[in-house]
């Protein structure tokens, strides 16, 4: 008989290393000063870090552009502090699940090099070239097509112009990527989050870019030539995942990924057929529908995990909760109403001190690509900067990036020298020491809700059931025989009436006094809990 995989009932916490921990004082997190923070995740209580890319790179999207899969980048530190960090998560009971970025390379990978300076070398079909452009659009702004002089053809780049996207077709490549990967599952790593994977099975000139026709078949080629026989995690980020096409990727009979990251929460605040930066407010009776609809999963043949927060995405307390006057309260509800879900949770770095979104006055101010270059097109085409402004202010990957926020010393304790990006300005509030010395602070909320999950099998394997309430009210109970766990969360900064007939055995966890009866109950803004049904 299979043993469960480990991840089944696991908390994963990502982190971003450029803004965790900076160990020698030069502005940017590294693989020590994460190292030196394994003692903090463990007492959190996850079970793995997703760890976003530290390998060598030129940086232009922080990592994300990789020109040598098999060094660490020397700003994070060495493949000796990698191996460390590997033992000592272990120590703990913290696995290492590996950023996979296998769409594109860096223009700096040798392949590429190699690829632009000779048109002849089999290296050049490890990517996409064309004679001519076509429509393509790239996710940075712009055409998805680069003229090289040296070539005298385009290649393809879905993302910036420096991440060249590569030819899965090719199965030397294939073969490349497969070997790599193995390298990384010979260190003892614990899995892999992979990056933008929907995208690799992609037909340019058929405009096909996610969930191309071969995209399943290099899965399940990739799961026999590498993790198939390991105990491990495969998440795919997977932007058009859907209740139908998210069992492809996950079900185990189809040996090809654990799970899935699906989005469709991001378009809660984005105005329908726009991009993400031109939002609207957020319906709270519309997020517990989405909610609700990803538990229809059958998770015999089927996995999703559990998120609010990435460093792609604004901070979810200023986001869908509030992050004035009921920040510590809308954060405890946005966690309980997650992490009692069915799937995996993730845990964003500072979600868990519920760390809000940064505010910018001007473009100068902001590092990111995505935004840096959305603002000079929109700009460039006549919009107001001020306005374009307040939706990189709303919806920029930087929100997410500003360093961890560990005391209220200089640079909230994250590095001795100025960081690479400002910190948050509220930090002297929102930290990490504040966070642990408070029994009543979010973090203790975060670290019950990891316990009861390792804890209690209903968390894992209870079925799902929304109950009818109001629309700015989300409750929902969780079902095991005759066990039922009972979760309420008021949506919104007004009270609300909740009127069910349950009774309560025990509160398990909350952020206010629960209701003795909860027919015709109050319930204070963003006031939740979860509970015992007698
Ligand atoms: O993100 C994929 C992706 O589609 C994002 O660029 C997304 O469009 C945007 O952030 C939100 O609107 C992944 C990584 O998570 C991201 O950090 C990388 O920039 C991107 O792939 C390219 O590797």
């Known amino acids: 008989k299979v043993k469960e995989p480990w991840w089944k009932d696991a908390v994963i916490y990502q982190i971003y290393p450029k803004s965790f921990q900076d160990s020698n004082g030069d502005g940017v997190g590294d693989l020590q000063g994460i190292i030196s923070r394994l003692d903090y ?75 632009r300076k000779h048109p002849d070398s089999p290296e050049h079909d490890y990517y996409v070239w064309r004679e001519r452009p076509n429509d393509l659009k790239s996710a940075f702004s712009g055409s998805a097509w680069e003229y090289d002089e040296q070539v005298g053809q385009y290649y393809l780049h879905l993302f910036a112009k420096q991440q060249p996207d590569l030819n899965w ?29 929907e995208l690799i099975g992609k037909q340019p000139d058929a405009g096909v870019t996610a969930n ?18 390991e105990d491990f995690l495969t998440v795919g980020e997977t932007w ?55 538990q229809r999963l059958d998770f015999k043949h089927a996995w999703n995990s559990l998120f609010w927060d990435n460093h792609d995405l604004p901070r979810i ?30 845990i964003y770095e500072g979600e868990e001190i519920g760390m809000t979104n940064r505010h910018v006055d001007t473009i100068d101010e902001v590092a990111d690509i995505e935004s840096v270059r959305m603002y000079n097109e929109r700009v460039a085409a006549g919009a107001d900067p001020k306005q374009v402004i307040a939706s990189i202010n709303s919806q920029g990957r930087d929100n997410a990036r500003t360093p961890m926020q560990w005391d209220d010393s200089q640079n909230a304790g994250f590095s001795s020298a100025k960081p690479w990006l400002a910190v948050n300005p509220n930090y002297a509030a929102i930290n990490v020491k504040a966070a642990l010395a408070d029994p009543d602070s979010i973090f203790y909320v975060y670290q019950k809700l990891i316990a009861l999950r390792h804890h209690d099998r209903i968390l894992v394997d209870g079925d799902f059931s929304l109950l009818d309430t109001s629309a700015g009210v989300m409750a929902y109970k969780r079902i095991l025989g005759d066990e039922q766990l009972l979760v309420v969360g008021n949506l919104t900064d007004q009270e609300q009436v909740l009127d069910l007939p ?32 007698a």
């Open 41 to 115: 995740l463990q007492q959190l209580g996850v079970d793995a870090i997703w760890l976003c890319p530290v390998y060598k790179s030129p940086g232009i999207d922080n990592g994300y552009d990789i020109a040598d899969y098999e060094q660490i980048d020397p700003k994070y530190g060495t493949m000796a502090d990698m191996e460390e960090l590997i033992a000592k998560g272990k120590k703990r009971g913290i696995r290492i699940v590996m950023d996979l970025v296998v769409n594109h390379t860096s223009d700096q990978h040798p392949w590429f090099v190699e690829a």
């Open 169 to 197: 077709t090719n199965p030397a490549l294939r073969d490349k990527i497969y070997k790599m990967m193995n390298f990384w599952i010979a260190k003892g790593i614990g899995g892999f989050r992979m990056d933008v994977i």
């Open 317 to 346: 307390v200023s986001r869908f909760g509030n992050d004035g006057k009921y920040r510590v309260e809308s954060a405890k509800m946005l966690a309980m109403i997650l992490h009692c879900l069915r799937g995996t949770p993730y």
């Open 240 to 294: 058009g995942a859907t209740l139908d096409n998210a069992p492809l990727y996950s079900d185990p009979d189809r040996k090809e990924l654990s799970m899935v990251f699906q989005f469709e929460f991001t378009n809660l605040d984005k105005q329908a057929g726009k991009e993400k930066w031109d939002t609207r407010p957020v319906d709270p009776g519309e997020l517990k529908q989405v909610l609700a609809k990803w």
């Open 502 to 533: 349950d009774q309560i055995a025990s509160v398990l966890v909350a952020n206010a006094p629960v209701p003795k009866s909860l027919t015709k109950a109050v319930l204070s803004p963003y006031q939740a809990f979860v509970a015992r049904i």
């Open 212 to 229: 191309g026709p071969k995209l399943h078949d290099y899965l399940q080629e990739m799961h026999r030539e590498t993790f198939g026989e």
